[in-house]
């Protein structure tokens, strides 16, 4: 069994299979009734190389990262700023390239936390990646060429959050990576809990763009990874002051799965597999 195979064969079965669900207002709705296929102990070799825009972003997926560790898949975060343009939320008044190293720092804390490899800091200018595209895929074709991963993963068309930085890693990936690439994103349902949980503690939050719910192709269940998920992203103490770190573990309890999108049938060709 191919590599890209065995690693979607993976992805799938750490995958929630949904058996409760209901169409509401012409959308999949989810009630919280979910099943989960055993994983087998076949990773070995396997590995992922993960392309993010900031520190903080493995937020989005840090549950399915940590789990992929957990199964012997090898897990290499790339950073391609350092979040250098940002605010500081520790309240120690940094800016520019102070900012960037801690951030730096946090992201290695949130990584060890998660069981990941050692960060890539490719440590591009913060917001100014869609002039950067040549040098990206050069310093991203020198880290696959090293690493050989079996897949890559970033950021849904429209980045989440609609951040510029992050519509540019999925343009770069669709275009060049096509073939290895898998995509983590938030639906609709996600993207509505994420925001009652932030009202709860007072304050607006939206995902600027979510995904229809029929249109995500993995759902894992990361409902044993939540104490990891919420030491990860308290790593960024610059990131998020600690309101959003309690919404967040309201969230991450009330909805314990993350989402990914594959292409080219990926899914599909492994089911096939598992009737022959």
């Known amino acids: 069994m191919g590599q890209r195979i065995r690693l979607t064969l993976i992805l799938l079965m750490l995958a929630i299979s949904v058996t409760g669900c209901h169409l509401e207002n012409g959308r999949e709705q989810f009630d919280g009734s979910y099943s989960m296929e055993p994983v087998e102990e076949m990773a070995g070799d396997l590995s992922v190389v993960v392309i993010f825009a900031h520190p ?3 937020t989005w997926i840090s549950g399915t990262l940590a789990k992929l560790s957990d199964h012997g898949v090898k897990v290499f975060p790339v950073y391609a700023t ?3 343009a940002g605010s500081d939320h520790s309240g120690q008044g940094l800016s520019g390239s102070e900012l960037a190293l801690i951030r730096e720092q946090e992201a290695i804390a949130a990584s060890q936390i998660l069981g990941l490899q050692s960060p890539i800091f490719l440590r591009l200018p913060d917001g100014k990646l869609n002039k950067y595209s ?4 050069k310093q991203l074709n020198s880290i696959l060429e090293q690493e050989k991963p079996t897949a890559i993963l970033t950021f849904v068309e429209g980045g989440i959050t609609d951040n510029r930085d992050h519509k540019t890693l999925n343009r770069l990936v669709s275009a060049h990576f096509n073939r290895l690439a898998g995509y983590f994103g938030v639906s609709y349902y996600r993207a509505e809990s994420l925001a009652k949980s932030a009202n709860k503690f007072g304050f607006d939050y939206k995902v600027a ?3 229809e719910d029929a249109g995500v192709t993995i759902r894992v269940d990361v409902s044993s990874y939540k104490t990891k998920r919420v030491k990860a992203m308290a790593s960024h103490k610059t990131q998020f002051p600690s309101i959003m770190i309690k919404a967040y573990t309201d969230y991450a309890e009330s909805v314990p799965l993350e989402e990914i999108i594959t ?3 990926g ?5 096939i597999r598992l009737l022959e």
């Open 56 to 58: 903080d972003d493995e």
């Open 82 to 84: 350092s979040g250098d």
């Open 263 to 265: 292409i080219n049938g």
């Open 209 to 211: 763009m979510p995904i």
């Open 267 to 271: 899914s599909c060709s492994v089911l």
């Open 134 to 137: 040549e040098e990206i895929i």
